[in-house]
């Protein structure tokens, strides 16, 4: 397959497209502000120990102290102790948990792990000899075969005086024998540098920072089928040619400078496709179009025919409609990076085989995903049910914000509801303070259909509670909002 992979980078974000065939198929967004510490590790020292609550405070260099419970240090041992493991001063190898948020500090652990892209390392650090000479499996490989068989692969794989433990990642059954030792290769350089780090600083100090989306797009995505590698920033491209040499010398060949004239999104229409993956619609060639929206706790996608009348009858026009959506919509959970449930609505078909062929065709295009998909087949009432695991924000949560007028409803109220609810709350305040005259401040709109067709209403109020209404029209209010001034 053609793969291709730009990276714009500029001071304030790091943007990357991935082009197959000529067409985006994943955008990935970081901005610089909004980069967290999850995944550092820091030589750390201890503030304070709390027996009582089995926690610590520890210093790792940030504005605010951060925390780390028992648990955090030993599993599985309900006996252990804090103030046996830890004591005030001392200087320990530690790892974010969670950033800080508001007042709080960061959590932390001592149970340190680096992940690949198809494994994930336990050194062999702290008081825990779990970590000692163990391959473990995700639990996602269910089937007991299925997990002995990667074990015993990956065995074969390890050097003998290997230390330290090995999780299996999902990923790593598609992967051949090459791409787990470039990923043990990477895993075990990148611990030697920690610990040669750990010599030369004194706590706190910061050994270890998370991969950039650069250098995760590098170690995650970028493989064997990828073409080319293009970065458009010459101080960028010398760090991730740096980063290649030392963790994916595969790659090294595959990363150029682009140096042309049009910027490097440019050259696929990049933004226009951010834009498009921003709207509720996604026109479909045939004429059909797709309906995403994106909520809290799920993600709806409804197909629907719209003008496509091409085919010679109802049913075939359903059939070949939900098929290209099936593809479409594979494409759009990448680019948009949507996760969670996700239900999809096609449009309803007869035919058990339709159904069939189309649910296969949806399964088929997300072959291609990187995050890990699991695809129900038709209910009873046609919906089709799926999960798409969170691998980051969404691309609508990282570059956009609720509508200051419908406040993320999508719908404002009519100015006709505003003027109605503005009568209601004089009548409202009129009982309860009696004042000499009231004064509506609300949008032009509002006060346009107060002076127009509610003009009666205004009146009747006026004559009801004795006492002189006024209207003030407030350019910057929106539609929704409104002042009632008490005089």
């Known amino acids: 397959m053609n793969e291709e992979i730009l ?24 901005r610089t502000r909004q980069r967290g510490i999850v995944g550092n590790i820091y030589l750390a020292k201890v503030v304070r120990v709390l ?19 028992v648990a955090d240090i030993v599993q599985n041992n309900p006996q252990a102790q804090i103030e046996k493991l830890l004591f005030e001063g001392q200087t320990i190898l530690v790892q974010v948990l969670k950033d800080p948020l508001g007042t709080k500090g960061a959590r932390l652990t001592a149970q340190l792990s680096i992940a690949g892209r198809n494994l994930v390392y336990l050194p062999p650090a702290g008081s825990d000899p779990a970590t000692e000479k163990y391959i473990g499996v995700s639990q996602r490989i269910d089937q007991a075969e299925e997990r002995e068989a990667i074990k015993v692969r990956l ?12 999780i299996v990642r999902t990923s790593a059954q598609e992967a051949s024998d090459t791409e787990l030792l470039h990923d043990m290769h990477y895993l075990r350089t990148t611990w030697e540098n920690i610990q040669e780090a750990k010599k030369h600083q004194a706590a706190p100090s910061l050994l270890y920072q998370d991969l950039s989306l650069a250098e995760r797009v590098l170690r995650d995505i ?30 090294l060949g595959k990363l150029t400078l682009h140096r042309g004239e049009r910027a490097l999104f440019d050259l696929f229409d990049v933004d226009a496709e951010i834009n498009k993956a921003l709207g509720r619609r996604v026109d479909l060639k045939s004429g059909g179009y797709l309906m995403i929206d994106q909520t809290e706790s799920m993600t709806t996608i409804d197909v629907n025919t719209g003008s496509y009348v091409g085919a010679r009858n109802l049913d075939d026009t359903v059939f070949k409609t939900n098929l290209e959506a099936a593809q479409a919509i594979a494409r759009q959970l990448r680019l948009r990076n949507l996760g969670g449930i996700i239900i999809i609505d096609f449009i309803d078909m007869l035919s058990k085989d339709h159904q069939e062929s189309v649910l296969y065709e949806l399964k088929r295009n997300l072959e291609r995903d990187h ?27 990282i570059t956009c914000e609720p509508c200051a007028t419908c406040m993320g409803k999508g719908e404002v109220k009519t100015a006709q509801t505003i003027c109605y609810e503005i009568l209601r709350e004089i009548v409202r305040e009129h009982r309860q303070f009696n004042p000499r005259e009231f004064r509506i401040v609300a949008a032009p709109d509002v006060i346009d259909l107060f002076l127009e067709e509610e003009n009666q209403f205004l009146a009747q109020l006026g004559d009801f509670i004795a006492k002189p209404i006024t209207l003030q029209a407030e350019g910057s209010f929106r539609q929704e909002q409104y002042d009632i001034v008490l005089s």
């Open 51 to 69: 027996p009582g609550m089995q926690s610590a405070f520890i210093e790792i260099g940030l504005e605010r102290t951060a925390f780390m419970h």
């Open 222 to 251: 970028a493989g064997e089928e990828t073409a080319q590698i293009r970065v458009d920033s010459a101080e960028n491209f010398e760090k991730l040619k740096v980063f290649s040499n030392l963790y994916m010398p595969n790659l």
């Open 371 to 397: 995050a890990r998909t699991s695809v129900s087949e038709f209910s009873a009432l046609g919906l089709v049910e799926m999960t798409r695991k969170r691998t980051r924000e969404s691309l609508a949560h």
């Open 7 to 30: 990276i714009n980078i500029t001071p304030q974000e790091t943007r990357v497209a991935l082009i197959q065939q000529g067409a985006v198929q994943e955008l990935q967004i970081e």
């Open 155 to 166: 065995a074969g794989l390890m050097a003998a005086d290997e230390k330290g433990g090995i």
